[in-house]
Nanobody
Framework: QVQLVESGGGLVQPGGSLRVSCAAS????????MAWYRQAPGEQRVLVAS???????NYADSVKGRFTLSRDNAKNTVSLQMNSLKPEDTAVYFC???????????????WGQGTQVTVSS
């Protein structure tokens, strides 16, 4: 069974740092785009950052200069390093990846279950 499993969420004080990671497991032939989204209470899920298979990254304006996204293709993982965290970064963070599970070059989008990140003093 193919799944994305997030880890690393938690509670951190404003100005602190946190790293969330996501591992894709199961029978996977190839991974294209990987990304992190977040959803705050009462709000829509929004893109935080994405990275292509060629390591081209894209960040939401609200996190540029503070968050860094990286991937390890050998381990099928993607990690989001979050620095200078603000209370407005509080949300459930979801991992997202486009996976080819059949080896046909057809990618389907998968989501993780989410991990809570709370920034509060």
């Amino acid at each position: 069974q193919v799944q994305l499993v997030e880890s690393g969420g938690g509670l951190v004080q404003p100005g602190g740092s946190l790293r969330v990671s996501c591992a894709a497991s199961g029978s996977i032939f190839s991974i294209d785009r990987m990304a992190w989204y977040r959803q705050a209470p009462g709000e829509q899920r929004v893109l935080v950052a994405s990275i292509t298979s060629s390591d081209i990254t894209n960040y939401a304006d609200s996190v540029k200069g503070r968050f860094t996204l990286s991937r390890d293709n050998a381990k099928n993982t993607v990690s989001l390093q979050m620095n200078s965290l603000k209370p407005e970064d509080t949300a459930v963070y979801f991992c997202n990846a486009d996976l080819d599970i059949m080896g046909w070059g057809i990618f389907r989008t998968y989501w993780g279950q989410g991990t809570q990140v709370t920034v509060s003093s």
